[in-house]
């Protein structure tokens, strides 16, 4: 069974940077994607990134050019570097693993707080 651990998450300023960090318990090769979603109180959980096994990136419109998404494969880590950060952007960050074949994704992480202070 793969896990997830995300990590990274914290309080920050408006207009600071964070680096999240999701750990997979075993290789990531042979995840299909990868991505980052959040969730904020009282709001459904939305994308805010995805990566393919060959490192097509997707956004998020809201992003607008603040976050990247990367993958080191060698660490079976993850990262989604946030600049420019908005209070609009407190949430938890959610990193998923997997796309099945119904388009769900297979596995999950327990989520790391995102708090953006004004």
């Known amino acids: 069974q793969v896990q997830l651990v995300e990590s990274g998450g914290g309080l920050v300023q408006a207009g600071g940077s964070l680096r999240l960090s999701c750990a997979a318990s075993?290789?990531?090769?042979?995840?299909?994607?990868m991505g980052w979603y959040r969730q904020a109180p009282g709001k459904q959980r939305e994308m805010v990134a995805t990566?393919?096994?060959?490192?097509?990136?997707n956004y998020a419109e809201f992003v607008k050019g603040r976050f990247a998404i990367s993958r080191d494969n060698a660490k079976s880590t993850v990262y989604l570097q946030l600049n420019s950060l908005e209070p609009e952007d407190t949430a938890v960050y959610y990193c998923?693993?997997?796309?099945?074949?119904?388009?769900?994704?297979?596995?999950w992480g327990q989520g790391t707080q995102v708090t953006v202070s004004s």
């Open positions: 990566i393919t096994r060959n490192g097509i990136t």
């Open positions: 998923a693993a997997d796309i099945l074949v119904d388009g769900r994704w297979g596995y």
């Open positions: 075993g290789s990531i090769w042979g995840f299909n994607a």
